[in-house]
């Protein structure tokens, strides 16, 4: 087929084959499906069966609370699950000694870099499409609205790839694939629980502070709610409820006139963007050994000697 | 097809490189020997465009490896001393990805990789996964994969490490055959009488340093390399050893089961008259003849000195 030959590069079709031939792979998809539905039978047995002693109906208001569980379930699955996909693409190669070999082929470094990482949210996105079917238990009982679904997993693929982009990033910078395991989740870690931790802790300090004040005087909005905007589930709880982020920033209640400053999965769209394409850039610059003394070199020469013919690789 | 100018790389304090100059005509096999650490790895690594040196130029082709990698890559064909392989691959997949690597269209591929296994005596193991190759036999794929391109020039890190005697023959085989389609082949090895079977020249690097350079019988004439002489006598042979040990010429004397090895500095008048002195003190002499000297003295005695010729 010749569309596949025009937008399939060489590695992004070995990735494809080397990762969809592995029984892992299938097991994978099967052990994710298997958490998610099992999630998600849970809940149903919860709410019919042990509340209100069994004669609680599940109507639209349990399909929303359904799959806001779902959706957070989801979101801490793709937190698991995209390090590990990610985080030994280069370092792999590296271990297998295939390198190398590789880099001295015509492969650009951009295309390396950005092949693995594609056939890695690639296969991310075949398990969160794979999931669907789940999700179609709430339209059972409504509540949710197709938009909003689709909004949801736009910001899933989003988180797959700033967690992806890191995870090569680490895989290019440390040679050991363990190393670069545990630093991307360390770093995923940081995102998902010290940005809500520093959230409430800077929140409580700063409302203390505001209620020491005379009535009238202060800010209504805080700068506070700006951390919450780099929490993967703030950001995820203002797609579902967008007045959250007015209560995110705001200090006083019964000021609910205003709006907030910006909605939290705006934030963390445009703060995460810079974050992924600098992850992207960096791993692309660092992936060739030397890449980052022969860039100072290439400056150095075009500041003193003014020379061209550089062959960008 | 390879100049190297003053090449140099350090790394902190160390110097892996100092001051190479090499030049390497085209169609020339090239013997890349010196002892582990020397060196060898780290050029032909800067070569094969993976590493930049810290000052010097290096040139494949007359593109400079640092100013136009691409055009370099282009041109070698590099199969470094350890590497791996895709085991989840089958054998003309491999082959396939390279070549695609290389931009090389599918229908010049699907011709090409028939012959390259060919080649490499791989053409029976063609649907079968690479995991499910001998050593010896990824060894030859990874010839193959360095040949998909058609490239002027090979950078081979010991191509025969860790194979046994009959996969190292039919690697020598294949290097020979390669030879012989004129390609410029840079090729180190520990194992040297193999090396010696097949380059034009060699180059013998160590602690960094390019130590000798040229045509195996040039460097042997330059460093004037003993003789030795290979003697078997009829019988007192540890009497002839002691005797021969005071001779003028005679720097050492070694006996084993097969003769007296004396190692000697004289010329052709000087080994007639040592012949006719043994006759003299009445030794019956089997055979007297002088030893061939090989790569691996040659390198032995470049490389015990530490001097630079």
Redesign the interface.
């Known amino acids: 087929m010749n569309w596949s ?1 025009k937008w399939i ?3 992004l ?2 990735e494809f ?2 990762r969809m ?2 029984p892992r792979s299938a097991i994978s998809l099967l052990a994710y499906i298997l958490v998610l539905g099992l999630i998600a039978l849970g809940f149903i047995y919860v709410t019919l069966y042990l509340g209100n002693n069994g004669n609680q109906p599940f109507n639209s208001s349990a399909g929303r609370m359904m799959f806001y569980v779902l959706s957070f379930a989801q979101l801490v699955l793709i937190a698991f699950m995209a390090p590990a996909l990610t985080a030994g693409v280069i370092s792999g190669e590296r271990e ?3 390198l ?8 650009s470094s951009a295309t390396i870099i950005l092949s693995k990482l594609f056939s890695s949210l690639s296969f991310m996105t075949l398990i969160i499409v794979a999931t669907m079917p789940i999700y179609s238990i709430v339209f059972l009982y409504g509540g949710i609205s197709l938009k909003q679904m689709i909004f949801i997993f736009l910001f899933y693929l989003f988180v797959m790839l700033l967690l992806g982009a890191l995870g090569v990033l680490f895989s290019t910078l440390f040679k050991r694939t363990m190393i670069s395991v545990i630093v991307t989740y360390g770093v995923g870690l940081c995102i998902f629980l010290m940005t809500g931790l520093i959230y409430l802790f800077a929140m409580s300090i700063v409302q203390r502070h505001q209620y020491a004040l005379q009535p009238g005087t202060g800010t209504t909005y805080s700068w506070v709610g700006y951390i919450l905007g780099l929490n993967p589930a703030g950001a995820l709880i203002s797609l579902f409820e967008p007045s959250f982020s007015k209560s995110a920033f705001l200090l006083r209640n019964g000021n609910l006139n205003s709006d907030a400053p910006i909605q939290l999965w705006q934030e963390f769209l445009l703060v995460y963007t810079v974050v992924i394409i600098a992850a992207i850039w960096i791993s692309i610059r660092r992936i ?3 890449a980052g ?2 860039f100072k ?1 290439r400056g150095t020469q075009a500041l003193s000697m003014d020379t061209g ?3 960008p ?1 | 097809m390879i100049d190297i100018q003053h090449l140099s790389k350090r790394y902190g304090n160390f110097d892996a490189l100092k001051d190479i100059n090499l030049f390497i005509p085209e169609g020339t096999v090239f013997g890349f020997v010196g002892p582990n650490g020397a060196g060898k790895s780290t050029t032909m690594s800067i070569l094969a465009t993976l590493m930049l040196p810290t000052s010097g130029v290096a040139k494949v082709d007359g593109f400079d490896v640092t100013q136009h990698p691409k055009e370099v890559r282009k041109r070698i064909g590099y199969m470094p001393d350890f590497f791996g392989v895709y085991d989840q691959l089958k054998t003309t997949e491999y082959l396939h990805f390279y070549g695609a690597s290389y931009n090389i269209p599918r229908a010049e591929r699907d011709q090409l990789i028939p012959q390259l296994l060919e080649l490499v005596n791989l053409s029976d193991k063609s649907d079968v996964y690479v995991d499910g190759l001998s050593r010896g036999m990824k060894q030859r794929l990874c010839l193959a994969r360095c040949l998909i391109h058609d490239p002027k020039v090979l950078i081979l890190d010991e191509p025969a490490s860790g194979l046994d005697p009959r996969a190292r023959i039919e690697m020598r085989e294949i290097l020979k055959e390669l030879k012989q389609m004129g390609k410029t082949i840079i090729i180190s090895s520990h194992i040297l009488p193999e090396l010696a079977e097949m380059v034009d020249e060699i180059g013998v690097i160590e602690h960094g340093q390019m130590v000798a350079q040229g045509r195996v019988a040039d460097i042997q004439a330059r460093l004037r390399v003993k003789k030795v002489l290979h003697i078997r006598v009829l019988e007192r042979e540890d009497e002839l050893s002691a005797r021969l040990q005071d001779e003028p010429l005679v720097s050492a004397v070694l006996s084993d089961n097969t003769g007296i090895h004396v190692h000697f500095g004289g010329g052709d008048l000087e080994q007639v008259q040592l012949l006719q002195k043994m006759i003299a003190w009445g030794y019956g002499v089997v055979s007297f003849h002088e030893a061939q000297t090989n790569l691996e003295d040659v390198f032995l005695e470049i490389t015990k000195g530490g001097a630079v010729i």
């Open positions: 030959r590069n060489p590695v079709d070995k084959r080397l031939r592995t297998k000694q295939t190398s070999m590789l880099l001295t082929t015509q492969q060739r050994p030397d003394r022969k070199k013919g550089n062959d690789s």
